[in-house]
């Protein structure tokens, strides 16, 4: 079978056309800009790099010009748009109604629209999406996985906030957690590498990107996550405060002469690594920074570490014991002395590194000693993967 991946943004849309046989992407690409001007670009397997400027005014013409793109006689992969079995998206926000994948019907649209003031920055654009898809697609089943549903397994005391009961009841005021689809992909390939018994596993799975979120995965289900009703709860990221004090909201208000608004708008986009250094909210620029002596930077390459630290090891006693534990996404794949400076607080768990294994870049790879107690491992995400495996599961 022969999948397309959709993630869809309010202004870009990924794709990858995947076949589920091999596992192999034939081609991949991305739009962005859409609805302000358009940049398209297209990359077939093995072969270059297509890159242009295309006027996308909404996301229907930015579907268009991925299927013809797909299509396309001298640097297509298919031959018409029948070879495409089904396309699977990845929507950001289920709330308690979806605890795994499901096909796309006019009642679990409803369902999702129904989550939109959860996830008001991403459902709707999902929602366009989904839609685009399906008027240019007619008849093709349509998969939704939610990045939420791995998370929907936390028990009660895990996923309630110390607020009054009845705004969980009343309007679902609860964590919620992100990034499901890569803890379940990379916890389920941890075990597999270290040839575990998944339902057994104890897994704190470290998705350290622009967007960061760590997760406790026990017998194969999400027991704690670190972000919560929205994405801007837990680590500290690229521009994300992560957790603060609560009454840190007013005292900055006040103090800025802000509304509500405006102090979320600086603990979404100004803060963070970014916000902490004044440098950048990507690691190369901080990293770089450090070198050139940015005591700043320092100060929050550190302070990020240190928030990883302190999530690991509450995670490991929520589990009661640890068998592994993995970094995915930019960071957690690339960023040697993150993975090192994360792990040398771990030694009370018996846990040492081999250096020269911490050193391989985006390659899974276990970077603990082999005499390590708890194994630690770099296994690179493919969310993309694991929606084209649930879309042709459910599409079948
Ligand atoms: P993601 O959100 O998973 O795509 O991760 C993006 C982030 O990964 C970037 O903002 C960087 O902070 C980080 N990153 C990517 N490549 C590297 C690298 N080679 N070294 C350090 N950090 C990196």
Same mark, same amino acid.
């Given at each position: 079978?022969?999948?397309?991946?959709?993630?869809?943004?309010? #202004?870009?849309?990924?794709? %990858?056309? @995947?076949?589920?046989?091999?596992?192999?992407?034939?081609?991949?690409?991305?739009?962005?800009?859409?609805?302000?001007?358009?940049?398209?670009?297209?990359?077939?397997?093995?072969?270059?790099? %297509?890159?242009?400027?295309?006027?996308?005014?909404?996301?229907?013409?930015?579907?268009?010009?991925?299927?013809?793109?797909?299509?396309?006689?001298?640097?297509?992969?298919?031959?018409?748009?029948?070879?495409?079995?089904?396309?699977?998206?990845?929507?950001?926000?289920?709330?308690?109604?979806?605890? #795994?994948?499901?096909?796309?019907?006019?009642?679990?649209?409803?369902?999702?629209?129904?989550?939109?003031?959860?996830?008001?920055?991403?459902?709707?654009?999902?929602?366009?999406?989904?839609?685009?898809?399906?008027?240019?697609?007619?008849?093709?089943?349509?998969?939704?996985?939610?990045?939420?549903?791995?998370? %929907?397994?936390?028990?009660?005391?895990?996923?309630?906030?110390?607020?009054?009961?009845?705004?969980?009841?009343?309007?679902?005021?609860?964590?919620?957690?992100?990034?499901?689809?890569?803890?379940?992909?990379?916890?389920?390939?941890?075990?597999?590498?270290?040839?575990?018994?998944?339902?057994?596993?104890?897994?704190?799975?470290?998705?350290?990107?622009?967007?960061?979120?760590?997760?406790?995965?026990?017998?194969?289900?999400?027991?704690?996550?670190?972000?919560?009703?929205?994405?801007?709860?837990?680590?500290?990221?690229?521009?994300?405060?992560?957790?603060?004090?609560?009454?840190?909201?007013?005292?900055?208000?006040?103090?800025?002469?802000?509304?509500?608004?405006?102090?979320?708008?600086?603990?979404?986009?100004?803060?963070?690594?970014?916000?902490?250094?004044?440098?950048? #909210?990507?690691?190369?620029?901080?990293?770089?920074? @450090?070198?050139?002596?940015?005591?700043?930077?320092?100060?929050?390459?550190?302070?990020?570490?240190?928030?990883?630290?302190?999530?690991?090891?509450?995670?490991?006693?929520?589990?009661?014991?640890?068998?592994?534990?993995?970094?995915?996404?930019?960071?957690?794949?690339?960023?040697?002395?993150?993975?090192?400076?994360?792990?040398?607080?771990?030694?009370?768990?018996?846990?040492?590194?081999?250096?020269?294994?911490? #050193?391989?870049?985006?390659?899974?790879?276990?970077?603990?000693?082999?005499?390590?107690?708890?194994?630690?491992?770099?296994?690179?995400?493919?969310?993309?993967?694991?929606?084209?495996?649930?879309?042709?599961?459910?599409?079948?």
């Amino acid at each position: 079978m022969k999948i397309l991946v959709i993630n869809c943004g309010s #202004s870009s849309l990924k794709y %990858q056309l @995947i076949d589920s046989a091999t596992e192999a992407v034939l081609a991949k690409g991305l739009c962005e800009r859409i609805g302000i001007d358009g940049k398209f670009t297209y990359q077939p397997a093995g072969g270059e790099k %297509q890159v242009s400027d295309i006027d996308q005014p909404d996301h229907k013409k930015s579907v268009s010009l991925v299927l013809e793109a797909l299509t396309n006689k001298e640097t297509g992969v298919i031959a018409d748009l029948s070879e495409i079995s089904a396309v699977g998206h990845r929507v950001v926000h289920g709330g308690e109604k979806f605890a #795994s994948s499901t096909l796309i019907t006019d009642d679990v649209m409803k369902a999702i629209e129904e989550c939109n003031d959860l996830a008001p920055l991403h459902n709707p654009a999902n929602i366009i999406g989904i839609n685009a898809c399906k008027e240019l697609m007619p008849g093709v089943p349509m998969v939704a996985v939610f990045d939420t549903a791995f998370h %929907q397994t936390m028990p009660e005391e895990a996923f309630l906030y110390g607020i009054p009961y009845s705004y969980y009841t009343k309007y679902g005021v609860r964590k919620y957690g992100f990034h499901g689809t890569s803890h379940s992909y990379v916890s389920k390939r941890t075990a597999e590498i270290l040839g575990l018994d998944y339902n057994k596993a104890k897994i704190v799975v470290c998705h350290l990107g622009n967007g960061a979120s760590i997760c406790a995965v026990d017998g194969g289900k999400s027991v704690e996550t670190s972000m919560g009703l929205t994405p801007l709860m837990g680590l500290i990221m690229g521009t994300r405060s992560g957790e603060i004090d609560p009454g840190a909201m007013e005292f900055i208000a006040n103090k800025e002469n802000l509304d509500l608004k405006g102090v979320m708008a600086i603990l979404n986009k100004k803060s963070g690594v970014l916000g902490l250094s004044g440098v950048s #909210s990507d690691f190369r620029d901080i990293d770089d920074a @450090i070198k050139d002596g940015n005591a700043q930077a320092k100060a929050a390459k550190d302070a990020f570490i240190h928030r990883v630290i302190s999530y690991v090891g509450g995670y490991v006693a929520v589990m009661n014991g640890v068998d592994a534990i993995v970094f995915t996404a930019g960071i957690g794949e690339n960023d040697k002395s993150v993975r090192s400076g994360v792990c040398k607080n771990l030694g009370y768990l018996g846990i040492t590194i081999d250096e020269e294994k911490n #050193s391989i870049r985006g390659e899974e790879t276990i970077i603990s000693t082999d005499d390590s107690k708890v194994k630690v491992l770099v296994v690179p995400t493919n969310e993309e993967l694991m929606i084209a495996r649930d879309t042709e599961a459910l599409a079948k």
